[in-house]
């Protein structure tokens, strides 16, 4: 499949912990989105890349969210000391070019801090 | 700022009814508008979009949406719903703001009953 790939599509933590979500996009794709969406409402922005850079990352909550696309291809979305309102499903969205708004959906990982 | 309401949060439907959910929108700049579907237990997909031209657009499983400027409203319809159709809508904005970002409305939930 030449889809967007997330891992892990669910991680249960410990409140406290240090989680890594990772997100392989579409071959070819520039742009690369980060949403959160929790139980009853729409996919929240959080940081979008355009190639390396993160070209807006003003929807990231607070500095406890960093993400990272070192190569331009797959990008980590790091969280440290995970809250229990950190829990919901992360969603990564990758676009051929990031002026064209049309975006390819991984099926998500669902985060569950205890 | 970018904003997108959804109007209805639940829409119940008979099959073979026909359907219209609700999307408005708020920007002070031009925007590409983007409707997403999500069945359940899978990831988000386009189901149809409006760049330019034409602003009554056609996508997947005879949906349509009318973009109409003055009212910012992003409509979609169907003729005549099938059971599959049940799922969540996102109506989403993609716009240029110091960088390329797509909000997304909270979602509708068709639900389409025998």
């Known amino acids: 499949g030449a889809g967007v790939s997330q891992t892990p599509s669910n991680k249960v933590t410990e409140k406290g912990k240090y989680v890594e979500l990772r997100c392989d996009p579409i071959s070819g794709h520039t742009a690369l989105y980060w949403y959160r969406q929790s139980l009853g409402q729409g996919p929240e922005f959080l940081i979008y890349f355009q190639g390396t850079g993160a070209a807006d990352d003003s929807g990231l909550p607070n500095d406890r969210f960093f993400a990272v696309r070192p190569e331009g291809s797959v990008s980590t979305l790091k969280i440290q000391r995970t809250e229990r309102g950190d829990s919901a499903v992360y969603l990564c969205?990758?676009?051929?070019?990031?002026?064209?708004?049309?975006?390819?959906f991984g099926e998500g990982s669902r985060l569950t801090v205890l | 700022a970018q904003s997108v309401t959804q109007l209805d949060s639940q829409v119940p439907v008979f099959e073979e009814a026909p359907v219209e959910l609700r999307c408005n929108y708020s920007?002070?700049?031009?925007?590409?508008l983007f409707w997403y579907v999500q069945y359940p237990n899978q990831g988000l997909q386009l189901l149809l979009k409006?760049?330019?031209?034409?602003?009554l657009v056609k996508g997947i499983n005879g949906f349509e949406a009318e973009f109409n400027k003055s009212q910012t409203s992003f409509h979609l319809r169907k003729p005549s719903v099938h059971i599959s159709d049940t799922a969540e809508y996102f109506c989403?904005?993609?716009?240029?703001?110091?960088?390329?970002?797509?909000?997304f409305g909270a979602g509708t939930r068709l639900f389409v009953k025998a």
């Open positions: 969205a990758s676009s051929l070019q990031g002026h064209t708004g049309e975006l390819f």
């Open positions: 920007s002070s700049v031009s925007v590409y």
């Open positions: 409006y760049l330019s031209g034409s602003t």
């Open positions: 989403a904005v993609h716009s240029y703001t110091g960088g390329f970002k797509t909000i």
